[in-house]
């Protein structure tokens, strides 16, 4: 099987590993690297459940090759925590407001809207409901998820960080 | 590589192709990676036109101040292509070669009338874009060619615009899309139009019956109610989204949406300059 060897930052560490050409970004971040927090619904990039930040820009990991990561950022679930285990704001947020109940579509929801707050510090409701368009989410109804996220962007504007 | 490499496919944003890999609905020998070929992504607006680098990503041309001040249907019809996280990785080269009948950005070009470039062993050409779907997602590029830049004339600043399009969620592939251009005079009489639909057949079409129709006339809700309604005469696609006749009425109705649209956008800019 056709291999290459690339290196990448994942979550602030470099990783240089061995893959081979026809692994997707997801199954490379979830099988080699066990970073299982990135979830895999649909493989074909409609439901938005392995949504990572690629240089700070939301992406679908199913959609792209694991060698086209190769010198580039990635930040996963697993990355948006402190060192010590303090959630994000906006983690913090979705526990306290029920933004998740099986959890499949949190790490795509968590890291498309750490996107949106990113760019855009005080969205509105249709805001938030527009960033989330491209990801699935089968219990919440989606109500819980927007709650969260206006919550999270108040707390981000007061100061709250990780 | 193009033309040493049997079975290959050019991978672009790969927000189409990686899925069709995906499913096994394409199963190419080799891929070759564009996103690091260098000097493909840009924006440039000369004096009369705007050319984009095929590699562009869709959110770049979203969050671009020059697009919107010279060619602002093409932000707002952004919008509608797929979500935030494709946008991100899709580019406008790749979305014109997939050539999917209902992409928003093939149908603008069409409306547009952009011309493509491409590359390939014999050097450069260039091809209008009214030539450039010669069927069902299939565009006119040699196997061994390479898009390389869409060039857009530019609209005089005052002209107005519409996008409008029926899809059954935001984000999903619009059933039917209408795109409207239009430049009046001082007394609101119409010097030139552009109409386009997308969805309605393997290619955009341009309601040049609409174009053709309303010049000379003035502008006003009366006038795009009526000429729509050129669009209930079109063939158009049937197949499980949607019958033939019900893109028909849709046709009409975006048509008129997008017209009223355009023309509200022009008389609010002729007011103001």
Redesign the interface.
């Known amino acids: 099987m056709d291999q290459r060897r690339i290196t990448l930052d994942v979550n602030g560490s470099t990783f240089t590993e061995t893959v081979a ?1 026809r692994t ?1 970004l997801a199954d490379f971040l979830r099988h080699q690297l066990r970073l299982t927090g990135t979830h895999l619904g649909c ?3 409609v439901c ?1 459940a392995c ?1 990572v930040l ?1 240089d700070g ?4 990991s ?4 694991a ?2 990561a190769d010198g580039h950022q990635i930040t996963t679930v697993e990355g948006l925590e402190a060192s010590d285990g303090t959630l994000h704001p906006l983690q913090q947020a979705f526990a306290d407001h029920h933004g998740l109940q099986c959890g499949f579509c949190t790490p795509g929801m968590l890291t ?1 809207l750490i ?2 707050l990113r760019d855009n510090p005080d969205p509105s409701e249709s805001d938030v409901r ?2 989330i ?2 990801n699935l989410c089968r219990c919440t109804g989606y109500q819980s998820i927007v709650t969260a996220t206006l919550d999270a962007a108040k707390r981000m504007r007061m100061g709250q960080t990780v | 590589m193009l033309a040493s490499l049997e079975n290959n496919r050019l991978l672009a944003g790969g927000q189409s192709l990686m899925p069709m890999l995906n499913m096994r609905y394409a199963m190419p020998d080799h891929i070759i990676d564009l996103n690091r070929v260098e000097g493909l992504a840009s924006i440039l607006i000369t004096g009369s036109e705007v050319v984009i680098g095929a590699m562009t990503r869709q959110r770049d041309i979203e969050f671009s101040a020059e697009i919107q001040s010279g060619c602002p249907i093409m932000t707002e019809a952004i919008r509608h292509v797929g979500h935030r996280q494709t946008r991100n990785r899709g580019t406008i080269g790749g979305s014109l070669c997939h050539l999917d009948p209902s992409a928003e950005l093939v149908t603008l070009c069409a409306l547009l009338d952009a011309t493509v470039t491409a590359v390939g062993p014999d050097g450069q050409r260039d091809i209008p874009f009214a030539q450039f779907p010669i069927g069902y997602m299939t565009s006119a590029l040699q196997p061994n060619e390479c898009l390389t830049r869409i060039s857009i004339p530019l609209w005089p600043p005052t002209h107005g615009y519409g996008f409008v399009e029926f899809a059954r969620r935001h984000g999903d592939f619009a059933i039917v899309s209408a795109a409207a251009l239009l430049e009046l005079d001082a007394s609101s009489t119409i010097l030139r139009a552009s109409v386009a639909l997308g969805g309605v057949g393997y290619a955009p079409r341009r309601m040049t019956e609409i174009e053709t129709g309303i010049l000379g006339q003035k502008a006003g809700s009366e006038l795009w109610a009526e000429a729509a309604k050129a669009c209930s005469k079109i063939e158009a696609l049937d197949d499980v989204h949607a019958s033939s006749s019900y893109r028909r009425r849709l046709a009409v109705a975006m048509a008129r949406r997008a017209l009223q649209a355009a023309g509200d956008r022009a008389l609010a800019n002729l007011q103001r300059h």
Do not use: D
Request: aromatic share 0%; net charge neutral; with cysteine.
């Open positions: 050409t997707t493989e074909h990039g938005g949504t690629l820009r939301s992406a679908r199913c959609l792209m090759l060698v086209q498309t996107e949106l527009i960033a368009s491209g």
